[in-house]
């Protein structure tokens, strides 16, 4: 069974830096696109990066780029957001997916969720 967990988020300071882990079992993640997406109070879920399992080719929301950076542990079986000079507006819950083959920014594409993880950037 494909189960996905994230972890790392928490409370930091605007300008401060986290790194989320989605952390996969019952698949290899190889074979599969992997997305991070992130949903505030009151607005859509909104695709924020993703990263093909082959190739490991990434993209990037235009409100995210230069600051955060995906990578992926194949031998960990873990994607990692790594997130910088972290905004108030950044503050969400933060959830992985996980498709079969290549990875898109379209929430509607995923099949499979993590459980999400609380961001919040405050002073």
């Known amino acids: 069974q494909l189960h996905l967990v994230e972890s790392g988020g928490g409370l930091v300071q605007p300008g401060g830096s986290l790194r989320l882990s989605c952390a996969a079992s019952?698949?290899?993640?190889?074979?599969?696109?992997i997305g991070w997406f992130r949903q505030a109070p009151g607005k859509e879920r909104e695709g924020v990066s993703c990263?093909?399992?082959?190739?490991?080719?990434?993209n990037y929301a235009d409100s995210v780029k230069g600051r955060f950076t995906i990578s992926r542990d194949n031998a960990k079986n873990t994607v990692y957001l790594q997130m910088n000079s972290l905004k108030p507006e950044d503050t969400a819950v933060y959830y992985c997916?996980?498709?079969?083959?290549?990875?898109?920014?379209?929430?509607?594409?995923?099949?499979?969720w993590g459980q999400g993880t609380q961001v919040t950037v405050s002073s």
């Open positions: 019952g698949f290899t993640l190889a074979s599969y696109g």
């Open positions: 997916a996980a498709r079969f083959g290549t990875a898109t920014m379209l929430k509607t594409s995923y099949e499979n």
């Open positions: 990263i093909n399992g082959r190739g490991g080719s990434t």
